[in-house]
């Protein structure tokens, strides 16, 4: 129901996009966005978007580098990474949620994942 493409490998400071594209409107009273997990790691909240109101949330560690935009027409959400760190190496997750929830930032209320794009920094 969720796909996610757009990982790769990229240099410390370079820039990817992370496409997630929903089979139908689903999400369209909930929200979408990306959770990562680092090796070893718990899974992170890295980005969200309520759908109807269009307000995105992002997580402290990739505020003001990351940017998560929406079309509606395409049932699709899109991060843009800039400015890549090393630490910012993990698996990312698409997630989608039928209705809005505050707790946008726990993995345990999206009971829909796409499956994992790897994107690696090497410093």
């Given at each position: 129901q969720l796909q996610a493409s757009g990982g790769g490998f990229v240099q410390?400071?370079?820039?990817?996009r992370l496409s997630c594209a929903a089979s139908d409107r689903t999400f369209s009273r909930g929200a979408m966005g990306w959770f990562?997990?680092?090796?070893?790691?718990?899974?992170?909240?890295v980005a969200a978007v309520?759908?109807?109101?269009?307000?995105t949330y992002y997580s402290d560690s990739v505020k003001?580098?990351?940017?998560?935009?929406?079309?509606?027409?395409?049932?699709?959400?899109?991060?843009?990474?800039n400015s890549l760190k090393p630490e910012d190496t993990a698996?990312?997750?698409?997630?989608?949620?039928?209705?809005?929830?505050?707790?946008?930032s726990n993995p345990k209320h999206y009971n829909n994942w796409g499956q994992g794009t790897q994107v690696t920094v090497s410093s």
């Amino acid at each position: 129901q969720l796909q996610a493409s757009g990982g790769g490998f990229v240099q410390d400071g370079g820039s990817l996009r992370l496409s997630c594209a929903a089979s139908d409107r689903t999400f369209s009273r909930g929200a979408m966005g990306w959770f990562r997990q680092a090796p070893g790691k718990e899974r992170e909240f890295v980005a969200a978007v309520r759908w109807d109101a269009g307000r995105t949330y992002y997580s402290d560690s990739v505020k003001g580098r990351f940017t998560l935009s929406r079309d509606n027409a395409k049932n699709t959400v899109y991060l843009q990474m800039n400015s890549l760190k090393p630490e910012d190496t993990a698996v990312y997750y698409c997630v989608g949620r039928v209705i809005w929830n505050v707790q946008y930032s726990n993995p345990k209320h999206y009971n829909n994942w796409g499956q994992g794009t790897q994107v690696t920094v090497s410093s």
